[in-house]
């Protein structure tokens, strides 16, 4: 699965890898090395200018964690962070969504886990490692989003009203991920954006392939401070190398 992943370029960086031509100042997503589920993120998606009508390539912050239109509670989107490729498609909580919301969600990488045996001297832990692309580009991670509407809010034009979540899309996990989880995020190619982001593009099968390959280029795998570990920590020092074996994590 993707648990946790790191995303700290601009908006105004994003805006120039992804096209988009503009953003809401009033969205605020900070610069995160500790993205957790339910946190507000970057997503490129595809939707109607409110004002225009006309289909534009837009950033938008979102809630991470998918609350289908149906669902009761918000509560419902911390269980739905990830959708799985091979299910996707025909779940009833994303298949709507995998038909036209689409989106793109940049990263600079992600986090896993893998225990580490106990020994004489220490006990099992949790290593975390970060896996990111290996020449340091972004990673569009392959997304779907919803809307959601609260029934506590009593109008429909209050912004209170509606929230729009997603989820990342995971596959088999290969090249450097493939020893540390069995699971990934997917990545859409730079020459597959267009086709992904499209609402106009149902076919299920054509939209299936695009997600044929984990990610672009290989993939870097590093052990990493396991101060990541506590979803409160963050700043660019959970990137430091993991201490050595003999050195307290």
């Known amino acids: 699965m993707c648990g946790r992943y790191v995303s ?11 096209q988009v031509a503009g ?3 009033e ?5 995160s090395w500790n993205v957790a589920p339910t946190d507000d993120v970057w997503a490129v998606l595809e939707r109607p200018g409110r004002e225009s009508g006309v289909l534009e390539r837009q950033l938008r912050a979102l809630r991470w964690g998918l609350v289908p239109s149906w669902a009761k509670s918000l509560n419902t989107g911390a269980k739905m962070i990830n959708a799985r490729v091979e299910t996707v498609h025909e779940k009833p909580a994303y298949r709507r969504a995998f038909a036209k919301r689409r989106c793109l969600l940049p990263a600079d990488g992600f986090y896993e886990w893998q225990t580490v045996p106990a ?15 290996a020449d340091g580009q ?7 989003y919803e809307f959601w509407r609260d029934p506590a ?5 209050d912004p209170a009203a509606w929230w729009t979540t997603c989820t990342v899309i995971t596959t088999e996990a290969t090249d450097s991920a493939g020893r540390i989880h069995s699971r990934m995020p997917l990545a859409i190619s730079p020459a597959d954006y267009e086709a992904w982001l499209d609402p106009a593009h149902q076919d299920p099968d054509e939209l299936r392939a ?9 993939l870097d795998a590093r052990a990493v401070t396991t101060a990541v570990n506590n979803v409160r920590n963050n700043g660019p020092q959970l990137l430091d190398n993991a201490p050595g074996p003999d050195t307290e994590a």
Do not use: C
């Open 8 to 18: 700290t370029r601009s908006p105004q960086d994003l805006a120039g890898l992804f």
């Open 27 to 31: 969205q605020l997503v900070e610069p």
């Open 23 to 25: 953003w809401n100042p």
């Open 138 to 144: 972004v990673m569009a991670m392959a997304g779907l």
């Open 210 to 218: 695009l997600l044929g390959t984990p990610a672009h280029g290989d």
């Open 119 to 133: 020994t004489a001297t220490a006990k099992a832990r949790k290593q975390p490692y970060f896996i990111s692309p």
């Open 153 to 157: 809010v009593a109008g429909d034009e």
